[in-house]
């Protein structure tokens, strides 16, 4: 049956890749991103964060449905702030290897994820941590 062996492949790809990104040392969260993320082409992706990143002087990476973000964004338009708005959930195909890639850049796997003049601010309820590059 079809459906079977792709829940099997799928299965098989994504305990792979828990495999893989615990042998790196990832944090629970990181692995869970990397698992949601499935395969891709690391270099790319880096290439299309690095291209986002440097397209505004602000960008915030969000889900549309998460408080933090909807409260990251009434923030930012308070205080009149210009930020280009990248969402990591449409499509989701497309976001959750930008988020897994985000979490190895920061340190941090939730959103939002703020860059100012190029550089990871934080998110809305903190700023760089200890544990961050």
């Known amino acids: ?11 098989k790809q994504s305990a ?8 790196a040392g990832s944090s629970f969260k990181q692995i869970i991103a990397d698992v949601l993320a499935g395969e891709y082409d690391v270099d790319a992706v880096n290439a299309k964060l690095d291209e986002l990143i440097a397209s505004a002087p602000a960008v915030m990476f969000i889900w549309e449905a998460s408080p933090f973000s909807k409260k990251a964004i009434r923030a930012m338009e308070m205080i009149g702030a210009d930020v280009k708005i990248v969402r990591l959930d449409d499509p989701w195909d497309e976001g959750n290897p930008l988020r897994a890639e985000l979490g190895r850049k920061t340190g941090r796997t939730s959103v939002p994820c703020i860059f100012i003049g190029g550089e990871y601010v934080g998110g809305y309820d903190g700023g760089v941590g200890e544990e961050s590059p």
Not at 1 to 10: E, G, L, P, Q
Not at 16 to 23: D, F, G, L, R
């Open 1 to 11: 049956d079809s459906f079977v062996d792709a829940f099997v492949s799928n299965v």
């Open 16 to 23: 792979e890749i828990v495999q893989k990104s615990s042998a």
